[in-house]
């Protein structure tokens, strides 16, 4: 007999006669086996220890087998299940098929009919599938919590990659410029089932009109003056693989139509070409501006747009997800330290108040720029005048940035900073956060706070006065 762990087939039957001659007959394969007589004794089952599949009698003592399949399917959504039916249940087993249930035997069942069944069945290694699914969507998770952050943005980026990832979707990525999108689009590729084939990105702004489609679909030799060899197109290296396009909306529309019949036909023309051939890829795309907006100024295709939205996935600009500013700027300095052979170094508190002030219009790409220009020019720690950051407070929104400052409130005054020093790039919200903190920190100690903070008395004392007016508000 087999250990249970590598073939267990669980069978579910009122007729104790049709359990123990199934018994047998696996048992005789070199199948592990449990039986059951009800959908009680069935549900109980499934619950201690995962089958590798399942044979499911349509008429049990109650729960009846559609709400065991249906409670088969809820712990183990890809489970397969053989429903075993009467000849006059040939129509329920038809209905269970389309509940979900794998395939149907009939009785009197031939015994050559069962085994080609379970043997089919667990070669489908839906097991292994989902182990692996499991694996890669952890994977995908980890993976973006090192390059991109832990957000809860992030987090939720994160889970629309896995949700899509293994489906052959195409995707629409919606992110301002310097978000990340190509980044998406990797994650998105290499938790697919075509990871181990090409990922090859196209930046549709980059390529010049007239040369798009020989970009993309490739030439013969002779198709135009110079073409004296066959290039292939970005399809076709893509084969088998993930084609992002990214800044898609920049795409002539002559081009669009040539790509809404690829997607739909599934085949290319080299220019010049007569011969059609098939390709096999799936489709990424991405736009800093929102697509839709772009169909209605008559920018893009409509029935393009329709057909590549089948999933959306928008990334949140970095001033929306300030949790990730200070993680991507230790992960920027420590790399750029390290290419400059340089001392591993830190941030200021300042610096790092700093960072989580600013809007960054510039998202992610601007950040990388900020830290390495600053790595290169200071000598043991980032400072302020390192980062080079110019406020326009005018228009740049105020960040929430008050829960960073209860880890920095001791560290702010061992640095020996005034209150003004700490929030001559801030405005007010920042130097009521101090306040509060320092007296949480002084418990309550007003003298004790005004020292630290380097004010006197009376200020801190109408400072606290205007704070309390405020909140009153």
């Known amino acids: 007999m087999k250990n249970i762990d590598s073939g267990y087939i669980l069978i579910i039957d009122d ?25 009680n004794s069935a549900i109980k089952l499934l619950s201690e220890h995962e089958p590798d599949v399942l044979l499911l009698d349509s008429i ?7 709400a065991v399949l249906a409670k088969a399917h809820e712990l183990y959504p890809q489970l397969p299940v053989i429903i075993i039916t009467g000849n006059a249940g040939i129509l329920g087993a038809v209905c269970a098929i389309k509940a979900g249930a794998w395939d149907y035997i009939a009785k009197p069942f031939d015994n050559k009919r069962v085994l080609e069944l379970v043997d089919r069945a667990i070669a489908t290694g839906w097991r292994k599938h989902n182990s692996d699914n499991s694996r890669a969507n952890r994977e995908t998770k980890v993976r973006m919590a090192n390059m ?8 939720s980026v994160a889970k629309d990659i896995v949700r899509v990832a293994h489906t ?21 590729h290499l938790a697919s089932k075509r990871a181990s084939y090409p990922f090859i990105p196209v930046d549709c702004g980059a ?46 529309l002559a081009s669009q139509a040539k790509l809404l019949r690829v ?7 080299r220019l010049g070409g007569v011969k059609a051939i098939p390709v096999n890829v799936r489709i990424l795309a991405a736009s800093h501006e929102s697509l839709l907006d772009a169909v209605v100024k008559g920018k893009f295709r409509e029935d393009l747009y329709y057909r590549l939205n089948e999933y959306v996935i928008r990334i949140p600009a970095l001033r929306e997800r300030i949790d990730d500013i200070l993680f991507l700027a230790n992960r920027f300095i420590a790399a750029t330290c390290a290419e400059l052979g340089k001392e591993p170094m830190e941030f200021t508190i300042a610096a790092k108040a700093i960072l989580l002030r600013y809007a960054w219009p510039g998202n992610v790409r601007e950040l990388r ?15 302020i005048d390192n980062l080079g950051l110019v406020f326009k407070e005018d228009v740049l929104p105020v960040l929430p940035i008050k829960k960073y400052y209860a880890d920095y ?3 702010f005054c061992y640095e020996g900073k005034s209150l003004k020093a700490m929030t001559q790039y801030n405005v007010n919200q920042m130097e009521r956060i101090i306040i509060k903190e320092v007296l949480l920190k002084t418990n309550n100690n007003k003298a004790e706070a005004a020292r630290l903070l380097d004010i006197d008395y009376k200020t801190l004392y109408n400072k606290l006065k205007k704070i309390n007016q405020d909140e009153e508000l």
Request: net charge negative; charged share 25%.
């Open 148 to 155: 991109m952050g832990n957000s809860n943005e992030i987090q």
């Open 263 to 269: 997607l739909q036909e599934r085949v290319i023309y």
């Open 207 to 252: 390529i010049a009109e007239s040369l798009i489609e020989n970009e993309l679909f490739g030439h013969e030799k002779g198709s135009y003056t110079g073409a004296d060899s066959i290039r292939m197109g970005k399809f076709e290296a893509a084969e088998g693989g993930t084609l992002f396009l990214d800044e898609i909306a920049n795409m002539p």
């Open 409 to 411: 409130v001791q560290d």
């Open 15 to 39: 007729n104790k006669d049709i359990c123990d001659l199934l018994t047998y007959l696996l048992e005789q394969e070199g199948y592990a086996t449990k039986s059951g007589y009800d959908g």
């Open 369 to 383: 720029a900020v830290i390495r220009r600053a790595a290169l020019i200071a000598d043991q720690q980032i400072d």
């Open 168 to 188: 052959g979707f195409s995707v629409i990525i919606q992110g301002e410029t310097g978000t990340g999108k190509e980044l998406i689009a990797k994650n998105i």
């Open 60 to 66: 049990i003592p109650e729960p009846n087998g559609m």
